[in-house]
């Protein structure tokens, strides 16, 4: 029964940034790390950015052996007992700890009708990346479920590599929940002009392979034929492990500013993580880079030593083709929008307001103004459209 004084379960981005924090403040204390995957952490943003261009495999690698830190790879952990501190494992490990972290993530949302599970690559981990790079690489036309986030780079870095993308969604335009309409239209044909075929205002419906190819059905009948087929449907919090042991939960596991839980000693940070965020004046849960790394290590340093406050707004960023943004805060469509374009949907700034406050902010091919974005957000208006014209230079 291994014995650790820092248990992390999760070996993900947010994993091996606690452990960094840990190790700023405790040099020696035993660290054990549990993680799903049978990769030690790497990297996820490469996946669907620097991977389809000139990055290397090996740049990915986080090394986070080399901080004195046991890793349990291929093993999940299936119940934790907070009150006799101790999670066990799919293999029937009991580990104990001092302190605990969850970084468990998040899993991705699947169509409902795959009940076989192996016929669409759900697109999230290094082995996803391989199975599609390997589909992609063989010629093969690849059908793209969804037009978010996810949905967009892979469309973007499959069309660059050479290869065949067709895009398909149920909304009207590429990243519709978070771009005004203007923009979600004209990504569209953006998109089209680069070699991918979109679709908009579908939804799949059923998926049929035969001999290597496969059908996709729409609810409309459209068919469509594919050599494979990728999904970025967003993910689900990971948090029934904190749930079933009777930690707080609420679409992700809830933390107070110092990223403890309901239960003393035990920790969440990264995608699972539900924080207050006093720039916004509520809680919110981050699915991306900047808040994995940033707290992650702010969760290592509090289990380690004197807790710090985690106010940090994060980022987040995307490269489509040869447009690339930053954003900051909560992009929601359904907010009320200020567009201040240099150049119509090419370059420029969308200010996202709710009661005159800014909520967010995106950076459209406009760099250097994260910081001044963040500023923006925390400040209590009321702004008007003249008050924001202008106000962050593209």
């Not at 999940?76 to 999670?87: N, P, T």
């Not at 009948?221 to 689900?236: C, H, K, N």
């Not at 990971?238 to 309901?262: K, P, W």
């Amino acid at each position: 029964m291994p014995h650790y004084r820092y248990l992390i379960v999760g070996a993900g981005m947010t994993g091996d940034a606690a452990v960094r924090g840990i190790r700023e403040i405790d040099s020696s204390g035993p660290i054990g790390v549990i993680g799903a995957e049978p990769h030690p952490p790497y990297n996820r943003p490469p996946l669907s950015k620097g991977l389809w261009k000139d990055q290397s495999l090996e740049q990915i690698w986080r090394g986070t052996g080399s901080l004195d830190v046991e890793l349990h790879l291929s093993r999940r952990a299936i119940q934790l007992d907070k009150s006799g501190k101790l999670v066990v494992d799919d293999r029937g490990t009991v580990y104990t700890f001092d302190k605990l972290l969850l970084a468990t993530g998040g899993r991705p949302r699947r169509l409902p009708f795959d009940r076989e599970g192996d016929r669409i690559i759900y697109f999230r981990t290094l082995d996803d990346y391989r199975r599609l790079r390997e589909l992609a690489g063989a010629g093969r036309r690849i059908a793209v479920i969804g037009g978010g986030f996810i949905g967009s780079e892979i469309a973007a870095a499959l069309t660059m590599t050479g290869g065949q993308a067709v895009m398909l969604f149920p909304e009207d335009g590429i990243g519709s929940r978070l771009f005004p309409a203007g923009l979600a239209q004209a990504l569209n044909q953006f998109y089209r002009e680069k070699g991918v075929e979109v679709i908009t205002g579908e939804l799949v419906s059923e998926i049929t392979t035969t001999s290597g190819n496969t059908v996709l059905t729409t609810k409309s009948g459209r068919r469509i034929d594919a050599g494979g087929v990728v999904a970025g449907l967003g993910i689900q919090p990971e948090d029934q492990l904190a749930s079933a042991a009777g930690l707080r939960t609420d679409d992700g596991i809830v933390v107070d500013e110092f990223l403890r839980t309901s239960a003393p000693e035990i920790y969440a940070a990264g995608d699972v993580a539900k924080f207050p965020n006093p720039a916004l004046g509520t809680r919110i849960r981050v699915e991306h880079e900047d808040n994995a790394n940033t707290m992650g290590q702010t969760a290592g340093r509090n289990m380690a030593g004197p807790p710090a406050p985690y106010h940090h707004l994060p980022f987040f960023y995307s490269d489509l083709f040869d447009l690339g943004y930053e954003a900051v805060g909560d992009l929601d469509s359904r907010l009320t929008t200020i567009e201040d374009w240099k150049q119509p949907h090419r370059e420029g700034v969308v200010y996202y307001l709710r009661d005159g406050r800014v909520r967010g902010v995106l950076l459209w091919n406009v760099w250097g103004q994260v910081d001044q974005a963040r500023a923006l957000i925390a400040q209590p208006g009321p702004f008007s459209r003249q008050d924001l014209i202008g106000r962050l230079p593209a």
